[in-house]
């Protein structure tokens, strides 16, 4: 989730709770004016139960469409540049299928299949805290705010087989500020279990030996393994196009929900 949108996000929860808080402090006194009203016609309610939708259909539609018109005029680039440098240089081939969280990206490496696979709903599970000083962010410039760099963490689970009987590794790692941090290596001598993303071989996978934590590895075997990983397009330009790729394609996960939600309550 973009972090202009969190802001837009956080002022307006701001303000709703300031108004909520006001009408609490005035309810004793609304209370009272109302008891003594006589009682209302209960016709209004039978009339809006009879209506083929409810009466907050055409508030939410619009409120929707001015979020939808805000988000694709603020975001009007089909393709960014940094994903047109990314495809040139022909390494990696991106799935990426609409309305899903899971991005793919897979090579071939000489006689090695990897495929590394990460979400964009590791954004949406950020810490809070990182906007915590509202008044301070709104006191920043746009410009400024631009300018800031991102600290987007991303899990990133890496598998690379090799035919058999040669077996596979999967890798978990996470990606932050144009890093892979090691968690654990785990070795599959089926590669068929580190390869088949089925559910009956996830559960096969969970019952096997996971390996040791990377941290707690000989730091000589730590470098190494990082060099063998950079040596296969693991490194720096990687981990730093996953978090920006996870932004990109939130930000249109995004788009796409508010056009259908949009349409639903229009039908």
């Known amino acids: 989730m973009s972090a202009a949108r969190t802001l837009r996000q956080l002022a307006s929860a701001s303000s709703r709770i300031s108004s909520r808080q006001l009408s609490l402090a005035r309810l004793p006194l609304i209370a009272r004016s109302v008891s003594r009203v006589p009682t209302a016609s209960r016709a209004f309610s039978v009339s809006a139960r009879s209506l083929k939708a409810g009466s907050s259909d055409v508030m939410l539609a619009e409120k929707l469409g001015e979020e939808l018109k805000y988000e694709n005029e603020t975001n009007l680039e089909e393709e960014p540049e940094f994903l047109t440098a990314f495809k040139s240089q022909g390494i990696w081939k991106i799935t990426d299928k609409a309305g899903e969280n899971e991005v793919i990206l897979t090579r071939q490496f000489g006689n090695e299949s990897i495929r590394v696979v990460f979400s964009v709903a590791d954004l949406q599970n950020q810490d809070p805290n990182e ?48 890093q892979f941090i090691v968690e654990n290596v785990t070795y599959f001598a089926d590669s068929k279990i580190g390869q088949d993303l089925s559910p009956e071989n996830d559960w096969k996978r969970r019952g096997l030996y996971a390996g040791p934590e990377f941290s707690t590895l000989d730091v000589a075997v730590q470098e190494q393994f990082e060099q063998f990983l950079a040596e296969r397009d693991l490194g720096e330009g990687t981990a730093f196009f996953i978090p920006e790729y996870a932004r990109f394609k939130e930000q249109r996960e995004y788009v796409r929900w508010l056009e259908n939600v949009k349409g639903f309550v229009d039908a």
């Open 131 to 178: 906007y915590e000083d509202l008044e301070e962010d709104e006191e920043r410039s746009e410009e400024e705010q631009e300018d800031s760099e991102p600290n987007d963490i991303v899990r990133a689970l890496v598998s690379i087989t090799k035919s058999a009987p040669n077996g596979a590794l999967e890798i978990d790692m996470t990606v932050q500020q144009g």
